[in-house]
């Protein structure tokens, strides 16, 4: 397993090596992270993920009762094939009523235009101040230079794009060898105030190149999360935005009946947490 450590000043090189190395190379999934002026020190503060193979999400989302327009929309998309994901930072586009609905399918549309894809194919997810209009100008801006520069190199600018009040990225890379071939596990999160059980300001994402039947995956990334992310406390706050998403290539047949499926959750289950509990607890 490739893990990032706490420090904060030691885990960008740490990244970097790794990454130069090929240590988190995941076939067929792009990377990319720019900033768009939506913070105004300069950060990093919009994200994209772009997949050449279609992919399939198994997604936990918030459990506040005043859900982010991000939330909403990407919880609809849930149910869809996925081609891409954008998450910006700085503004959670939350508490805006119908101007947050709109906000966030204006930046879809923006993405699917670029990229040629369906909206619903767009997962959308956003984090940072709560109450204020976001910006969709400056990211639509953005997508163009992001859909460019993406690639299978770029995850370390998308963890910077994705953070708050992180002082240092979170990424965690384990390599998996499931009947004879070798797979790619990597999960990127932000997150460091506002969390108790049932995640609170926090985006997690995790990628693999193993595919999975969906119906597998949705059982079996739920008790992850149960026994991970809704496990922890750090202020007792909640939010409007949380999201945890499990994006694996979309298994198009059964290899086996649904009578093993306990066999195969454990099995998976177990690879799914070890890099959970490493790399985010």
């Keep these: 397993m490739s893990y990032v450590p706490v420090e904060a000043g ?10 130069n190395k090929g240590e988190m190379y995941i076939k067929n999934f792009l990377f990319s992270g720019k900033s768009c002026g939506l913070k105004k020190n300069a950060d990093l503060d919009v994200g994209l993920m772009i997949s050449e193979m279609p992919l399939r999400v198994s997604a ?3 459990k506040n009762k005043i859900k982010a327009a991000p939330v909403i929309i990407s919880k609809s998309h849930s149910k869809n094939i996925i081609k891409a994901l954008i998450v910006n930072s700085g503004n959670a586009n939350a508490c805006n009523g119908k101007y947050g609905i709109d906000d966030a399918n204006k930046i879809i549309l923006a993405v699917s235009k670029e990229l040629g894809v369906a909206k619903s194919s767009i997962f ?12 969709v100008s400056l990211v639509e801006s953005a997508i163009p230079g992001l859909i460019k520069s993406a690639n299978s190199h770029g995850m370390l600018d998308f963890a910077k794009s994705i953070m708050t009040t992180d002082t240092f990225t979170k990424i965690v890379s384990k390599d998996v060898l499931f009947n004879n071939l070798k797979y790619k596990i990597i999960g990127i999160a932000k997150g460091s105030g506002m969390i108790m059980p049932d995640m609170a300001t926090m985006l997690a994402f995790v990628f693999t190149d193993i595919p999975l ?3 597998l995956a949705d059982a079996m990334f739920k008790e992850c999360v149960e026994t991970s992310f809704n496990s922890i406390t750090v202020d007792g706050d909640t939010s409007t935005n949380d999201t945890a998403a499990f994006f694996y290539w979309h298994r198009l047949y059964r290899i086996c009946h649904y009578r093993h499926l306990h066999f195969r959750n454990l ?5 799914l947490l070890s890099g959970y509990k490493a790399g985010f607890s």
């Design 60 to 62: 936990v989302f918030t």
């Design 10 to 19: 030691k885990s960008t090189k740490i990244v970097m090596e790794k990454i």
């Design 267 to 271: 099995r998976y289950r177990r690879i």
């Design 213 to 215: 039947e969906k119906e």
């Design 124 to 135: 959308v997810c956003s984090t940072g101040v709560i109450g204020e209009r976001l910006n």
